[in-house]
């Protein structure tokens, strides 16, 4: 049963373009949601998170938008960048739990 | 540098060949866990724990074994390694972060082949 979903395996945008990766999710109890970047041969690295209580969280480049009625969070990058070229991860995590449930990853790769 | 480590990066063996991959962690994080990770299937806990001496099964237990006995250090243990063991292996550390996030700080990965 995969409560973490990210439906789109691969995602192609070009240089200067907005990214959306999306994620999507089934438990209500999740509270907190992040991504991950992850570049071939190295680990994941955090990127940016949103508490349940919020809508939306930008980081520079990066915002994250949280639509709870629909379970649904995405990553937009803007604008994108050749570096922003790996597999994005989507977590999420609930309340008195350090577990984090994975999505499946998406692969964006940013042409020039 | 706060940093995860990872040994070896790199594995190949045979079925039934007892294995650990070790994993440190030089942030006195009290909480560290295991990964797997297969194509299409994203990342998967193996085990957790939750300090020194606490572990416990995540949501792909079965074949591995884990032990906590310094807060640093975590390693992931096949007894009796398989085929179907073969996959991308990430160790992680967590702290808290700002707002209660469960920011995690993974290791480079080890890539196990099991012929």
């Known amino acids: 049963d995969q409560q973490v979903k990210q439906n789109s395996p691969s995602l192609s945008v070009q240089e200067g373009r907005i990214s959306i990766l999306n994620c999507d999710y089934t438990?209500?109890?999740?509270?907190?949601f992040l991504w991950y970047k992850k570049y071939p041969a190295e680990g994941p690295t955090f990127l940016i998170s949103i508490s349940s209580i919020k809508d939306k969280n930008e980081d520079g480049r990066f915002t994250v938008f949280l639509n709870k009625s629909a379970k649904h969070l995405s990553l937009h990058i803007v604008p994108s960048q050749p570096g922003d070229s790996a597999v994005y991860f989507c977590?999420?995590?609930?309340?008195?739990?350090?577990?984090?449930?994975f999505g499946q990853g998406t692969r964006l790769t940013i042409n020039p | 540098e706060a940093q995860v480590t990872q040994n070896p990066r790199y594995l190949i063996t045979v079925t039934g060949k007892k294995l650990t991959v070790t994993c440190s962690q030089n942030?006195?994080?009290?909480?560290m866990s295991w990964y797997r990770q297969d194509p299409g299937l994203g990342l998967r806990q193996i085990y957790y724990s939750m300090n020194v001496e606490v572990t416990d099964k995540g949501d792909v237990p079965e074949g591995y074994k884990v032990s906590r006995k310094e807060k640093r250090n975590f390693p992931l243990i096949l007894e009796s390694p398989s085929p179907n063991q073969t996959s991308l292996y990430f160790c992680?550390?967590?702290?808290?972060?700002?707002?209660?996030?469960?920011?995690?700080?993974f290791g480079p990965g080890t890539r196990l082949t099991v012929t």
């Open positions: 438990n209500s109890m999740f509270d907190y």
């Open positions: 977590a999420a995590s609930s309340i008195g739990a350090q577990k984090l449930v």
């Open positions: 942030m006195n994080h009290e909480y």
């Open positions: 992680a550390s967590t702290t808290v972060g700002k707002g209660g996030a469960k920011e995690q700080y």
